[in-house]
């Protein structure tokens, strides 16, 4: 069964505060993403990987950074938090190109 | 890029009566298509999907078609129940989701018993 994981559950960091989410996978997937999750918004994707040291930027990358210096972790930075990057932060993985598994969620508040 | 658009956003059934949720998308290169259910509080977790080489495909009491002409396509689910309430996504992207995947943004479905 596929396993995606995400640091935390909860966060709440303050203005102008560096951020790091972390997401891991346990099934080789190449493939990994960052949305986050918006009421009336639905999924927006922020970022994506496809290899280590690769990254692509998705739909929304402003304000966001990434890193993936190995296969199954894929870290979502925010450089300097603002009070709109409060959101819940999804994961996923895939394997090849169909079916992304996505983790818990990180609900994240910036005050 | 692409869109999504989804209609309805909140969906009320009667248990064991039927319940459609339909996507448009722009981007005529799209070629796959998951639909992904996400109840209060947890994940999303993908129920069907389809590509576009196929019109139609079922599941059980889950069916998803698709229309590449018009650009639409649907996730019909029958005999509703319970536990079937949640908030439902569909989704389109090229090359199967490895660029990630554009969502719509989500129906409520609600079954009243």
């Known amino acids: 069964d596929v396993k995606v994981t995400q640091s935390s559950r909860y966060l709440v960091k303050r203005t102008g505060e560096k951020v790091f989410l972390e997401c891991v996978q346990d099934m080789d997937h190449e493939n990994m993403f960052w949305y986050r999750q918006d009421p009336g918004l639905g999924l927006r994707l922020i970022y994506f990987?496809?290899?280590?040291?690769?990254?692509e930027k998705g739909d929304i990358p402003e304000g966001y950074s990434v890193s993936r210096e190995k296969k199954e972790r894929f870290s979502l930075i925010l450089e300097s938090a603002s009070t709109n990057q409060t959101s819940m932060y999804l994961c996923a993985s895939s394997l090849g190109l169909y079916g992304q598994y996505f983790g818990p969620g990180t609900r994240l508040t910036v005050t | 890029g692409e869109n999504v658009e989804q209609h309805p956003s909140t969906l009320s059934v009667q248990e064991g009566d039927s319940a459609v949720i339909k996507c448009t998308y722009s981007?005529?290169?799209?070629?796959?298509f998951p639909w992904y259910k996400q109840e209060l509080g947890k994940r999303p977790q993908l129920i069907i999907d389809i590509r576009s080489n196929v019109g139609e495909k079922k599941d059980q009491r889950i069916a998803v078609t698709l229309n590449k002409t018009a650009k639409h396509f649907s996730l019909h689910i029958t005999e509703t129940q319970p536990e079937d309430s949640a908030v439902y996504f569909c989704a389109a992207s090229y090359e199967g989701g490895a660029d990630g995947l554009t969502f719509g943004k989500g129906t409520h479905l609600i079954i009243q018993p």
């Open positions: 990987s496809y290899d280590v040291k690769m990254k």
């Open positions: 981007d005529s290169a799209s070629n796959y």
